[in-house]
């Protein structure tokens, strides 16, 4: 059964509707850097993933396929028949079930700092028990941190970081945990060369979490995807290397003389 995700719309009223997908362990407000810039050139809706800010957080263990299955609710709520998707991490998985289960939901596909098949499965469920024994998420809080941000990031915008743990730690247990159990079995790969939409696929140079392999790996599967690294940037490039992201996703979703 679906999950009532929540979310936020805003932006241009009749330009062209952006799905956005954040990260395990943020709310919709990790794409805050993005609104100014996207916010003139689309419709930008935001969406939470089942227990992280206000979406509700049902027993785990969750899937992928439930995870898509959350966001065609929504979209099928707000009767939106075909959108662009953006999503980074697990939002990035997401969006790749989509362009793969779904195809004539997505319009235009953009996955940041993600991965079509992230083992060692053993360690994702280890850090499902972790957060679930503990209650919260701040036992594994400083690990995480340490790879969403380069060590430059962290040290120049320190109040950045502050803010995005206390993010991290809001994020409810069971959901958190759930959608750790999500991401261990999945497997997207063999699906990939089925997606039509026109994919970019972003990665961060100093990426611990999905290196750049991970994103290469995606773009060389996808039919005509185009590959971005930036450098440095670490898993949320969308925070530190947020003009440069911003600009690339305008670019994917206006190209020039409207092509692929």
Do not use: K
């Not at 247990?173 to 972003?202: H, K």
């Amino acid at each position: 059964m679906s999950v009532e995700l929540n979310h936020r719309i805003e932006g241009l009223a009749d330009g062209p509707v952006l799905l956005m997908g954040g990260s395990l362990g943020t709310t919709l407000e990790m794409w805050e850097p993005q609104l100014a810039l996207l916010g003139a050139v689309a419709r930008l809706i935001r969406f939470e993933h089942r227990g992280h800010g206000g979406s509700p957080a049902p027993p785990g263990p969750y899937s992928i396929d439930e995870l898509g299955g959350d966001v065609l609710a929504l979209l099928d709520r707000l009767e939106l028949e075909r959108v662009s998707y953006c999503g980074l991490s697990i939002g990035g998985m997401v969006g790749q079930w989509l362009a793969i289960n779904a195809p004539g939901r997505i319009d235009r596909l953009i996955l940041i700092c993600t991965s079509a098949h992230l083992p060692p499965a053993d360690e994702w469920r280890r850090r499902a028990a972790t957060v679930r024994e503990a209650g919260t998420t701040e036992p594994i809080a400083d690990a995480v941190l340490g790879r969403w941000f380069t060590p430059g990031f962290a040290e120049r915008d320190d109040g950045v970081v502050s803010r995005f743990r206390r993010m991290l730690v809001s994020i409810q247990p069971e959901g958190y945990a759930g959608c750790c159990e999500a991401i261990a079995p999945m497997d997207l790969r063999s699906g990939l060369s089925q997606i039509t939409a026109p994919t970019l696929v972003i990665a961060g140079a100093q990426d611990p979490s999905t290196p750049p392999e991970h994103g290469r790996l995606i773009a060389e599967a996808i039919p005509g995807a185009r590959l971005e690294v930036l450098d440095p940037a670490a898993h949320l490039s969308s925070v530190e290397r947020a003009t440069e992201v911003s600009g690339l996703i305008a670019g994917h979703l206006n190209p020039p003389g409207g092509g692929a």
